[in-house]
């Protein structure tokens, strides 16, 4: 084939090919306009997941009619003018390309007026013919309506999702821009029903709980951080409220919503130890930073950025969202509010209490604090309003209303009672109620920061064996005591091997020996894993976990009341002691509040 200059229609095609990949994209591209127009108000309407119908109305600048014809053509942009416009973005848009991009792809109908124009003017485009400007009736702002999405390229079309994905993905792309522009009102409207619709004018706080939804307020954490000229401010989410998408984890730039490996792997790392891995925290975190410190340009969508120093920005991020978790106390509290008041016995028994107490935190610790309410049952009326009557006067009363209102976390007074239940579950109170602790949990937490702390400043002290403790493993998986050796070093286990099937342990963590974890077994369980992470740092924190478990205390052990202070002692002193290293909670409080509703007090 000799060379030809392309059509414009396949230029603008090709061009879309980057910039439109989906409905979503469209949305974004189109809503983004109308913020850079200055919109107080945006509307967005979609058909089908976009496909077949797109509307976005916004009361912005408008588009004077004799520009309509250029803000279509590609390469057209009333944004920058000279290189140097590049180095300093302001504006959502600058490539000139999106309007054309959407022209060459749908049909699409622009009607717009600026305020000081006595009408609209309207153009119709379906690919690369157009009908106008000519007049139309219509209010200030500009209404852009794309119907019949990539029609002409049906090979784009085969890849969209259903309409339910894609109408996600524009509500995700929505509620993205509303988070980042809290002073326009948005409304979004898919197959005719209204799913968000936001007033204008809000804080950025009010605005964060409005997307993320009111019934949260109470778990989010404000953050406010900066460091080295970056500003990290959001709200970030308690573990509690953790969840199984990423879809609740929403980062932005410069009022621009991103997606950066490096700063999502900042908040994993924030959060480690709080949440479960394969969890994901409830976060949104404005990242401000000189324009000129990062280049928005490397990427058609703009959803990635190049960072000058990427590794500032990842030590902001992680420092801003890890002291904020830090401060908080993050107790969850066990919710009885579905609950009816008053503590009778067909309530407790039925499976709806048991469900709700399980809906406050996961398996083990629910349990327990079901056992501390059943303990309560199993009083009479007369021994329950003698118990009541000391917790309350033992907790004083001025009790503070609410968990957040208290980021220290309550200090337990040594002399309160403390009860173990089930030899599983120790209870006790502080300041704003009744606190139950899954003794296993929480001690595998203290064992773990113990173990952090102390191989960070060396090697862990270890202990010779009188006797070598012997360990036999699979011929074939001898070797890996070699690649074992430096992790095991700064263990401080020393083990060497015995024979083509049999190692040899000589010296033995002294943590571990004096919580009677046996030498042998810990190493043929270590032996055993395969799954450690590549990385040394990675592979050191899985095996102090395991280690912390093997040195815990266990659910079942009877404990004295020693035992059962110098836990609770533990808790004060550990950072993040709520949550055990898996980041299942070590436990839950019952607030006086509760109690005071579930006794028919208030
Ligand atoms: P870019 O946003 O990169 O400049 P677009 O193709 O998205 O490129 O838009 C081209 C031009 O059309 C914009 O620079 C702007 O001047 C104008 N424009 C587009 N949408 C609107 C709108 N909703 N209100 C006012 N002007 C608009
Ligand atoms: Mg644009």
């Known amino acids: 084939m000799p060379i030809r200059q392309l059509p414009p229609l396949l230029i603008n095609q090709i061009a879309a090919g980057e910039v439109i990949e989906r409905p979503a994209s469209v949305v974004k591209e189109l809503a983004e306009n109308a913020i850079d127009a200055g919109a107080t108000r945006i509307a967005v309407t979609i058909e089908e997941g976009g496909k077949e119908l797109i509307s976005i109305v916004d009361d912005g600048s408008g588009i004077p009619e004799d520009e309509l014809l250029l803000a279509i053509s590609p390469h057209a942009t009333s944004k920058i003018d000279s290189p140097d416009d590049l180095d300093a973005i302001a504006t959502m848009g600058f490539r000139g390309e999106a309007l054309a991009s959407i022209a060459s792809i749908s049909r699409m109908t622009m009607t717009s007026r600026p305020h000081d124009a006595s009408s609209a003017a309207e153009i119709r485009v379906e690919a690369d013919t157009v009908d106008g400007p000519k ?11 794309v119907r019949n999405l990539f029609f002409n390229t049906p090979a784009r079309r085969k890849f969209l999702r259903t309409d339910m994905t ?39 706080v009010r605005r964060v709980v409005s997307v993320l939804g009111t019934e949260l307020s109470d778990e989010l954490l404000e953050v406010d951080h900066s460091e080295r000229g970056i500003r990290v401010w959001g709200m970030a989410g308690q573990p509690a409220i953790a969840r199984g998408t990423a879809r609740h984890q929403r980062t932005f730039l410069n009022g621009r919503p991103i997606v950066d490996r490096g700063i999502n792997h900042a908040i994993k790392e924030a959060y480690r130890g709080l949440i479960e891995p394969t969890r994901y925290p409830t976060i949104v975190l404005f990242i401000a930073i000189a324009p000129d410190e990062v280049d928005v340009n490397v ?64 398996g083990v610790t629910a349990a327990a604090a079901r056992e501390f309410v059943q303990s309560l049952k199993s009083m009479t009326p007369t021994q329950r309003s003698v118990a009541y009557t000391e917790v309350k006067h033992a907790l004083g009363d001025t009790a503070p209303a609410s968990v957040e209102t208290a980021p220290e976390l309550p200090t337990m007074i040594a002399t309160r009672p403390i009860l173990q239940v089930h030899s599983s579950f120790v209870v006790t109170s502080d300041e704003q109620g009744i606190v139950i602790i899954d003794q296993h949990a929480l001690h595998e937490r203290v064992m773990f920061e113990k173990l952090r702390s102390r191989v960070s400043a060396g090697a862990l002290q270890s202990q010779r064996l009188l006797m070598p403790a012997t360990v036999s493993v699979d011929r074939s998986r001898m070797e890996r005591l070699n690649e074992l050796q430096p992790l095991l070093e700064r263990l401080g286990i020393e083990a060497e091997p015995m024979g083509p099937t049999t190692i040899a342990v000589h010296a033995f963590t002294t943590l571990l020996f004096e919580r009677k974890v046996d030498p042998a077994s810990f190493m043929a369980d270590l032996f055993e894993r395969d799954d450690l992470p590549q990385d040394e740092e990675g592979a050191l924190h899985e095996v102090l976990d395991m280690m912390s478990c093997k040195a815990a205390i266990k659910a079942g052990d009877r404990l004295t009341d020693e035992e059962m202070n110098e836990l609770l ?10 949550n055990c290293p898996h980041g299942r909670p070590t436990s839950l409080r019952l607030t006086i509040a509760d109690l005071e509703r579930q006794f028919g007090r208030t």
């Open 135 to 145: 007049p139309a009736s219509g209010p200030v702002g500009t209404t852009v309506t």
């Open 166 to 204: 894609e109408s996600t993905r524009i509500r995700d792309v929505v509620e993205r821009l509303a988070l980042a522009h809290p002073s326009v009102a948005w409304q979004y409207t898919q197959d005719g029903r209204q799913v968000i619709d936001l007033p204008g004018d809000q804080t950025p």
């Open 299 to 362: 990427h058609p969508a703009k959803a990635e950025v190049r960072f000058r120093n990427q590794s500032a920005v990842h030590q902001a991020v992680l420092h801003a969202v890890q002291q904020r978790l830090r401060a908080a106390d993050l107790t969850p509290t066990v919710d009885l509010s579905r609950s009816d008041p008053g503590l009778d016995a067909s309530l407790l028994s039925s499976p709806e209490f048991g469900a709700n107490v399980e809906s406050a935190s996961s």
């Open 569 to 578: 002692r533990f808790r004060e002193d550990v950072e993040r002691s709520s």
